[in-house]
């Protein structure tokens, strides 16, 4: 089996200890670009990334089962040359996502109207492909004068965007970038949003992710040392409680999402959401930020996680595409 695996560029080394960790051994791994490997190895694509979802720096994993030397320098004549390797990936696939991602080496190309005329190529052969979200991609993995293709189940992808690059759109009227951060980790981790619901929010300040759950229809408390955004105070909804999330007296329950982005050490903020623990529901969502703060992140990580089991099931801890020096766990409550 063979497929492309990809990190982070700044956290690339550490990706490479989880996977010497993870895969059998035999495997190898050709780097293609910073933080991007061509991964041979035995058994199913489907075993593989099961193992691979229990890493935190891999971010995405997609099939080859085509490798395409090609020449073209233009999107269409390019898309025309790869759609026979194509249509081989899609035997009897009926509807997939086109999943274009263009390695640094070749910047010549972008991905939009590549993806744009291979969709054209492919419904002219009678496969229904888009851009928007499906059951399977079709991954196309570019790098200067080679193309990967395969055809996979998004979902084991480990995430729905190619690369695990989560390209989000940025509200203009958002408090802070880390509205987005939580944007991705709902969408990788498919947290719903219940409207009418109540979010807890600690280490709220200046407020992204507390606008974000306002603006999905949540009730949100929100707790931070220093103030919310002057934008968000007495919006409908909202209860701001001042104070350490490890002291302030407890709200009032229950809460069906707990969200944690305290900038604190990193045990220290788990101890937070173990306090607050008792006021979810059960089942409750939980999306809690691992500041590495200069330690070994996998130490870091490994602690944390240890210890947050002491409340919650971690179904999962992933360093998302917005993420910093940090990574971001999913609980369960
Ligand atoms: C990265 S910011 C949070 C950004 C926020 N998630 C947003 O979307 O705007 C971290 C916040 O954690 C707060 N913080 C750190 N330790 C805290 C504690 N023990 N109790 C409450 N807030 C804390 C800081 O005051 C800071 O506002």
Not at 75 to 97: D, F, K, N, S
Not at 127 to 148: E, K, M, R
Not at 155 to 180: F, M, V, Y
Not at 211 to 226: E, I, K, P, S, Y
Request: glycine share 10%; with cysteine.
């Amino acid at each position: 089996m063979r497929a492309v695996v990809s990190a982070a560029p700044v956290y690339a080394a550490l990706a490479r200890r989880e996977l010497d960790t993870v895969l059998p051994i035999g495997s190898s791994l050709e780097e293609l670009s910073a933080g991007v490997w061509l991964l041979s190895t035995r058994g199913s694509f489907a075993d593989r990334t099961a193992e691979l979802s229990r890493t935190v720096f891999v971010r995405h994993c997609c099939p080859v089962s085509a490798e395409v030397p090609f020449a073209a320098d233009s999107p269409a004549t390019l898309a025309a040359e790869l759609l026979p390797a194509a249509l081989g990936c899609l035997r009897g696939v009926c509807c997939v996502q086109v999943q274009v991602r263009i390695l640094p080496a070749s910047r010549t190309l972008s991905p939009g109207p590549l993806a744009a005329h291979l969709r054209a190529a492919l419904n002219g052969a009678g496969v229904h492909a888009v851009g928007g979200p499906a059951d399977l991609a079709l991954s196309l993995v570019i790098t200067d004068n080679l193309a990967f293709l395969g055809c996979s189940p998004v979902k084991q992808n480990l995430s729905p965007w190619p690369g695990g690059e989560a390209r989000l759109r940025r509200d203009p009227a958002e408090i802070s970038r880390a509205a987005r951060k939580l944007e991705e980790a709902m969408i990788l981790f498919r947290v719903e949003a219940p409207p009418g619901g109540r979010a807890v929010d600690l280490g709220a300040a200046p407020g992204g992710y507390t606008a974000f759950l306002l603006a999905r229809g949540l009730q949100v408390v929100a707790v931070d040392t220093g103030q919310l955004s002057s934008g968000l105070v007495g919006k409908p909804g909202l209860t701001f409680l001042r104070g350490p999330a490890h002291g302030i007296p407890l709200p009032v329950g229950p809460f069906d999402l707990l969200t944690a982005d305290l900038s604190w050490d990193p045990l220290r903020a788990v101890e937070c959401a173990l306090r607050f623990r008792p006021l979810l529901t059960s089942g409750a969502h939980g999306i809690f930020t691992i500041k590495f703060f200069g330690g070994d992140p996998l130490n870091i990580v490994a602690r944390a996680r240890r210890r947050l089991e002491a409340g919650y099931r971690v179904l999962a801890v992933r360093h998302l595409f917005h993420d910093r020096d940090e990574a971001t766990a999913h609980l369960r409550a």
